[in-house]
């Protein structure tokens, strides 16, 4: 089956037929770079102790990306999950030995591309280029946010915060996860999210 | 006088001359959309509670960038210094009103250019655009490690590694905002120092 037929989440073709505006043939050009990639639930996408050479969109599924801490802990940094894109950032950019695990939440579908691949097309691709200033533009604020939110807001806060803004976090991911993720023991969430709903 | 005559710190003609090739005509246009200001020591460059319309390279001195939490301390992000640039970059996206503070440590001069300017000049110069997008990807993977820092490094190994990586920072800037970057109670840090230097 062709790369096409598996896009079921439309996004990918909106994102750069429509908002970046590129015609037929470049669009062509760019899919036939990608390869699909089905990672099962529970298996991992991506483990550290090796260089990150590709990055990939999620067209389907949820993931968690995680890092150890100094005492042996997992501690969730993102859930990608679709319209994401995936890669050791750090690794990816400088070439060193990654740090990250990306690991299934549920059965996930990639759209993996190579660094060379996406590099050379965005030489022959301008539109390419402006939509990925675009998106580490994003990226940079995001991943600030996070770091704000960390420094400055109460566990009870960030959990709300989370609540409000990303509730469908709520309904595809365990508990534990998220716990981790908010930087809260898992038994302060159960104790908080008892306390918010008054039982 | 004119704006050249201020450029102490050459990095700033480089990186668009050399690393980014413009030619003269486009570094002059570039240049010409900057102003120069002069931020005394102790005073502020940006305060919250309006929208971030500018961004500004760090031409020479030291500054803070700060934000409030819910407990009404004070917690600094970043400390921004020659060859930096200085915005609060979500509200600078967003359009929506800013959350950072941003103080000088040292007496600072800073090249400031407005984002109607900034867009304006990447369309007639599209080297700014292609170092954009480098910039942009260098700031994600910075708040990136620094958000992944803060989730698995003890304090201890946050300040060590500072030391071994910005040892100019404790040449430049006051113990206690040390500290507070590090996300450690000044007297945590004081006995860290202690400890580790044997007395």
Redesign the interface.
């Given at each position: 089956m062709s790369i096409e037929a598996h896009i079921v989440d439309p996004k990918f073709t909106t994102l750069f037929r429509d908002t970046f505006g590129m015609n037929e043939q470049e669009f062509e050009m760019l899919l036939s770079h990608f390869e699909l990639k089905k990672i099962p639930k529970k298996e991992f996408y991506l483990k550290p102790a090796k260089v990150c050479r590709h990055k990939a969109y999620v067209n389907k599924g949820c993931l968690r990306n995680y890092?150890?801490?100094?005492l042996g802990h997992e501690?969730i940094?993102f859930f990608p999950m679709e319209d994401w894109w995936v890669a050791d950032?750090?690794s990816y950019?400088?070439g060193e030995v990654g740090?990250n695990f990306i690991q299934a939440i549920e059965d996930c579908e990639l759209l993996e591309i190579s660094k060379e691949n996406f590099q050379m097309l965005e030489k022959k691709i301008p539109k390419l280029?402006?939509w990925?200033?675009v998106k580490?533009?994003?990226?940079?604020?995001t991943?600030?946010?996070?770091?704000?939110e960390?420094?400055?807001?109460?566990p009870k806060?960030r959990y709300l915060d989370l609540l409000k803004n990303k509730p469908e976090i709520f309904q595809r991911i365990p508990l534990q996860y998220i716990a981790s993720y908010l930087?809260i023991e898992p038994q302060s969430l159960s104790r908080l999210r008892k306390q918010i709903s008054g039982h």
């Open positions: 890092v150890i801490d100094e501690r940094l950032i750090d950019y400088s740090t280029g402006q990925y200033a580490m533009t994003r990226r940079a604020t991943a600030n946010k996070r770091f704000e960390l420094k400055t807001m109460s806060d930087n």
